[in-house]
């Protein structure tokens, strides 16, 4: 799910589970209730993590951000100019307070959820 947002590979995430001292507690799991509860948070949180990149990159590249695409921990521009992502936030990265909602990437949008007729499960919060 990170990955969808973030427009990177699956493998390049690494996902941290059930390590209460660097995990958010979200209470308990319960068979769908994972995908459902835990599933969205990851979105929002990806799709905030998106937003900040894309908006370091277009200060940085003087574009508008929903000129810019992410592909392969890259933000890309038009003009085929691009900055990684490692590179965005080398000088730090702005602290800002969770928002329980964010502007997620449409479903037709998806490259990796397979089932995008259930894609919807993950804005019901």
Partial sequence: M?????????ATITLVTADTERTPNEGYTAGSHSMQ?????ILNAAAQVRAILAATAA???GVPAERL???D?????E????????????????HRRAEPRSALKPPSA????????????????
């Fill in 110 to 125: 998806y490259r990796f959820i397979a089932n995008r007729s259930n894609a919807s499960i993950f804005r019901q919060k």
């Fill in 69 to 71: 695409t992410m592909r």
């Fill in 37 to 41: 509860d835990s599933g969205t948070a």
């Fill in 59 to 61: 200060a940085r590249l």
């Fill in 79 to 94: 003009d085929g100019r691009r900055i990684g992502f490692g590179e965005l936030v080398a000088d730090g990265v702005p």
């Fill in 2 to 10: 990170a990955a969808e947002e973030l427009g990177v590979e699956p």
């Fill in 73 to 77: 921990g890259a933000v890309l521009a």
